[in-house]
């Protein structure tokens, strides 16, 4: 019996999907899309609430301020290549609650959350998990961590170099 190439292929995308863990029956949220909703978000009232789902994102920038909300554990934002699924750099005030960071454990990255020169952190009661680098680095940043569980980190769960008035507490 031969498969024909274009079968094998069309199959990728569920392997894909199993491999990083997202549910039978998930639907995943593309890297354009969720980058698009934050951009209206911050063009309107600067809050976006994400439902449940899976979220495929890795590079996206956050440069004005912005508030994020999800689900918990139902809120998943995953990186496929091990690059940062945000990167903050503002001075305006920035919240991310209630999501869920993972990364491809088997890859090499950076941290699933970076962050500098802000001084408006807050992100409370978010879980970083599987990430073959650092959960969230911060640099010259302020602000609090709050009520965050980091899980299977390779290296750093919290980093924070040149702080101001950053609260670090609750986390597990």
């Not at 995308?13 to 980058?35: I, S």
């Not at 911060?138 to 980190?153: K, P, Q, Y």
Request: aromatic share 4%; glycine share 12%; net charge negative.
């Amino acid at each position: 019996m031969t498969s024909s190439r274009r079968v094998i292929l069309s199959g990728l995308p569920c392997a894909a999907a199993l491999f990083m863990g997202l549910a039978k029956g998930a639907n995943a949220t593309d890297n354009n899309d969720l980058e698009e909703m934050i951009e209206k978000a911050i063009q309107a009232d600067g809050s976006l609430e994400l439902p449940k789902g899976d979220f495929i994102a890795s590079g996206i920038p956050i440069n004005r301020g912005l508030t994020i909300t999800g689900l918990g554990d139902q809120t998943r934002l995953i990186s496929p290549d091990g690059q940062p699924i945000f990167t903050i750099t503002t001075t305006e005030s920035v919240t991310l609650r209630g999501l869920s960071f993972s990364g491809p454990a088997l890859a090499q990255g950076e941290a699933l959350v970076t962050a500098a020169r802000s001084p408006g952190l807050l992100i409370d009661m978010c879980r970083f998990s599987d990430s073959p680098a650092g959960g969230l680095h911060l640099e010259d940043s302020g602000g609090a961590v709050t009520g965050c569980h980091f899980s299977r980190i390779a290296t750093t769960a919290l980093f924070a170099r040149d702080s101001t008035g950053l609260d670090i507490s609750g986390n597990r």
